[in-house]
């Protein structure tokens, strides 16, 4: 159940700490609190991502699936130093997975995109996601071989990669 208050931009000062729902703040400091959840799964939400998600330095966890979300993942997710938990699944994301390196999302465990409209290949997974453990991008349309680095991710313990036109073994 969501719990929280119904957002709403037009009152002054806005602070989505201030038990907004699907938003969940942690304290940095005495005076100081930042948002490290976003779960905002199945409210029906429509449009894009916006690149500006990049202003929430300390998410750890992102939640939005089950929504009419399109558009391309903003770049700005492979930058987030906290983020452990992605989960964007069934909406209509298009365009290539993140075309990053990863070397920032060291802390990342789980990323499940599935059931959106993805194309492109499998990025190459570094090294640095030594705590990956769920890595879940079945019906999209990826192409291409599956990278070998898969296989050297020490902690990954489920994989789901089908309905795509993915070849090659793990």
């Known amino acids: 159940e969501n719990a929280g208050k119904i957002w709403n931009f037009n009152v002054a000062p806005v602070d989505p700490c ?6 969940t703040c942690e304290s940095i400091s005495n005076n100081t609190q930042v948002v490290n959840t976003l779960n905002l799964y199945e409210y029906n939400l429509t449009g894009t991502i916006p690149e500006s998600i ?9 939640i939005l699936s089950q929504h009419f979300i399109g558009g391309k993942i903003p770049q700005s997710l492979c930058s987030f130093q906290y983020l452990q938990y992605v989960g964007i699944s069934d ?12 070397q920032n999302l060291t802390a990342l465990y789980f990323i499940s995109i599935t059931n959106n409209l993805l194309t492109g290949r499998l990025p190459d997974f570094s090294s640095a996601l030594q705590n990956l453990t769920v890595i879940s991008l079945y019906e999209n349309k990826l192409v291409g071989p599956i990278p070998q680095s898969i296989a050297s991710l020490p902690s990954l313990e ?3 990669l089908g309905y795509n036109l993915l070849s090659g073994t793990v």
């Open 91 to 102: 909406n209509r994301l298009v365009g290539p997975i993140w075309n990053c390196t990863f």
């Open 158 to 160: 489920r994989l789901y």
């Open 18 to 23: 201030d038990d907004w729902q699907g938003i």
């Open 54 to 62: 990049s202003n929430l330095t300390y998410l750890s966890m992102l």
